[in-house]
T-cell receptor, first 111, second 116 residues
Framework: SQQGEEDPQALSIQEGENATMNCSYK?????LQWYRQNSGRGLVHLIL?????REKHSGRLRVTLDTSKKSSSLLITASRAADTASYFC???????????FGKGTHLIIQP | KAGVTQTPRYLIKTRGQQVTLSCSPI?????VSWYQQTPGQGLQFLFE???????NKGNFPGRFSGRQFSNSRSEMNVSTLELGDSALYLC???????????????FGPGTRLTVL
């Protein structure tokens, strides 16, 4: 079953704008990770945030985690056409079912 | 370092057949996980191997099996294929050790399986 649920399902913005996508999950977690997938190819790891962290940055990416609300957000600043992809959050809840992925947000950057 | 490689990249089979997919992890990675991705169900965890032992298994029928070799390469097998097995099968390796939590996972390009 899906643990994470991304919101929105799809997002279309102009190049240069910021993109924000959200992820909600149901159970306690050890960490939450964000991945990017280009058009049905393999996933690329973007960032990992541990349950005791609240915010993390990596280049143009900013991730926040609110364990009290069981939610996370991914902000991509100054978007580029190459950012067009699907973005997934994945949680590790310490159980025996590997990483649990949401259904993803499909991001389209209009040139 | 070479990335995770998966072979074959594309595969077409008919119902009732069986299939074996192969995954070579990044050198030094001992943990290999397999995921199935479909438009309807999204990404779902199949199983994870560490040091030739299956450590975790997702909620899939026994037709789905796997193994890991001493060099950390892994194979997954699906027997008696069904139409619903059509999917992108992704393999991921990580530096995860004997103790959780998961570290970042490095994914291969996937094998696109079509069952006719």
């Amino acid at each position: 079953s899906q643990q994470g649920e991304e919101d929105p399902q799809a997002l279309s913005i102009q190049e240069g704008e910021n993109a924000t996508m959200n992820c909600s999950y149901k159970t306690s977690i050890n960490n939450l990770q964000w991945y990017r997938q280009n058009s049905g190819r393999g996933l690329v790891h973007l960032i990992l945030i541990r349950s005791n962290e609240r915010e993390k940055h990596s280049g143009r990416l900013r991730v926040t985690l609110d364990t009290s609300k069981k939610s996370s957000s991914l902000l991509i600043t100054a978007s580029r056409a190459a950012d067009t992809a699907s973005y997934f959050c994945a949680t590790d809840d310490g159980g025996a079912d590997g990483l649990t992925f949401g259904k993803g947000t499909h991001l389209i950057i209009q040139p | 370092k070479a990335g995770v490689t998966q072979t074959p990249r594309y595969l077409i089979k008919t119902r009732g057949q069986q299939v074996t997919l192969s995954c070579s992890p990044i050198s030094g990675h001992r943990s290999v996980s397999w995921y199935q991705q479909t438009p309807g169900q999204g990404l779902q965890f199949l199983f994870e191997y560490f040091s030739e032992t299956q450590r975790n298994k997702g909620n899939f029928p026994g037709r789905f099996s796997g193994r890991q070799f001493s060099n950390s390469r892994s194979e997954m097998n699906v027997s008696t294929l069904e139409l619903g097995d059509s999917a992108l099968y992704l393999c991921a390796s990580s530096l995860k050790g004997l103790v959780r939590p998961y570290n970042e996972q490095f994914f291969g390009p996937g094998t696109r399986l079509t069952v006719l």
